[in-house]
């Protein structure tokens, strides 16, 4: 039986597409940059990794500025195929990691998540935290999150996802994290 449980030493962050043409059409949009915010300033403290996709860049824009700000100095790896995977530097980037758990978020759930996470899951474990991810449509999203669901996934929420990589309370990580949650 496999140990389902997320650390920071077998886990990584994958924001995909949160660019600036694209947001103002995304459903939940506010909820889902703080959420994104969330996952990456905790991901910081707890020093696990963080790589960020930009779709066309030409046509949608750039990575938002508060996205782009909250991984200084992360390089975004820019993309035209709807799945990450899709793309050499990625795959390999992911590779690179070492890291057989990822956490997914960003837009849009039922395009580029949705292609990249069943391309993923042939050799990691993937976790969704539904709250740090949307589409320009609700429906989009939430029949996308099921598929994924359906095809092996784990879904799961923002603040989940943080207390299971925390562990515990009491810890200076803990308490560098718990200001995010107040």
């Not at 709250?131 to 359906?150: F, G, H, N, P, Q």
Request: with cysteine.
């Amino acid at each position: 039986m496999a140990d389902w449980r997320l650390t920071p030493d077998n886990s990584a962050l994958i924001v995909i597409d949160v660019q600036e043409k694209l947001m103002p059409l995304i459903a939940r949009r506010t909820e889902l940059i703080a959420n994104v915010q969330k996952l990456m300033a905790v991901a910081k403290i707890l020093e696990v990794p963080t790589i960020l996709t930009a779709q066309y860049v030409k046509g949608i824009g750039p990575v938002i500025p508060e996205i782009a700000s909250a991984a200084p100095g992360a390089k975004v790896i820019e993309k035209t195929t709807f799945s990450c995977c899709g793309t050499e530097e990625f795959v390999q980037a992911v590779k690179d990691l070492r890291r057989q758990r990822l956490i997914i978020c960003g837009i849009e759930a039922h395009v580029c998540i949705q292609q990249t996470v069943i391309d993923l899951m042939k050799d990691y474990f993937i976790y969704l935290p539904v709250d740090a991810i949307s589409a320009r449509k609700e429906l989009d999203a939430t029949v996308a999150i099921e598929r994924m669901r359906d095809c092996g996934a784990v879904v799961t929420t923002v603040e989940s996802t943080v207390f299971e990589l925390l562990r515990q309370s009491g810890t200076a990580q803990f308490k560098a994290c718990l200001p995010l949650f107040k």
